[in-house]
């Protein structure tokens, strides 16, 4: 049961345009969302994070919007640059969680020059 | 800036060996995991402790034990590696209710 999930395994954008990642969840307990980044044979990053008192929250060309009614969170990078070429995971928390984290699978984004 | 450390970024280990995996966090956090990231599978949890001495099973505990006999220090041990365990292994710390902090990961191979 992926309480978290991202249905696109991979996403291809060109430089300067956006590119938007999405996330859907099930569990109307999260309360708290985040975003990884993760290159090959390294750790993931922490990007960005969202309450769900917000529904949205910006850092630079980074923006995650949340959308509590339709539980579903996006992750836009404006403008997208071929630094970015990563897996990005979103992952939800909540109260009772004991401190961990449900990921996604991930989504592969190239970001072509 | 806390900092996870992983002892080795490459491992290469023969099937049936015990093999270790070190992980040493500096920010005296309460809670560690381990995960292992395998292509179309993402981030799966293998164990996690909450405190010294405690430990909890993740979703994939088969074939791994940990060990956390230091606040800081979280272990991940394979008892008789195989090849279906071969993969990235990740490890990480949280202090409360920000996310967690990774290590660099260690690619193991088991041959």
């Known amino acids: 049961d992926q309480q978290v999930k991202q249905n696109s395994p991979s996403l291809s954008v060109q430089e300067g345009r956006i590119s938007i990642l999405n996330c859907d969840y099930t569990n109307s307990m999260f309360d708290y969302f985040l975003w990884y980044k993760k290159y090959p044979a390294e750790g993931p990053t922490f990007l960005i994070s969202i309450s769900s008192i917000k529904d949205k929250n910006e850092d630079g060309r980074f923006t995650v919007f949340l959308n509590k009614s339709a539980k579903h969170l996006s992750l836009h990078i404006v403008p997208s640059q071929p630094g970015d070429s990563a897996v990005y995971f979103c992952a939800a928390d909540y109260g009772g969680s004991n401190y961990k984290l449900t990921f996604g699978k991930g989504t592969l984004l190239t970001v072509n020059p | 800036d806390v900092k996870v450390t992983q002892s080795s970024r490459y491992l290469v280990k023969r099937t049936g060996e015990k093999v270790f995996l070190e992980c040493v966090q500096d920010?005296?956090?309460?809670?560690m995991f381990w995960y292992r990231q395998d292509p179309g599978l993402g981030l799966r949890l293998i164990y996690f402790s909450y405190d010294v001495k405690m430990k909890e099973k993740g979703d994939i505990p088969e074939g791994y034990s940990v060990s956390r006999e230091k606040k800081e220090r979280f272990s991940l041990i394979l008892e008789s590696a195989s090849t279906n365990q071969t993969s990235m292994y990740l490890c990480a710390s949280r202090g409360g209710y920000f996310g967690y902090t990774f290590g660099s990961g260690t690619r193991l191979t088991v041959v």
């Open positions: 920010m005296d956090h309460e809670n």
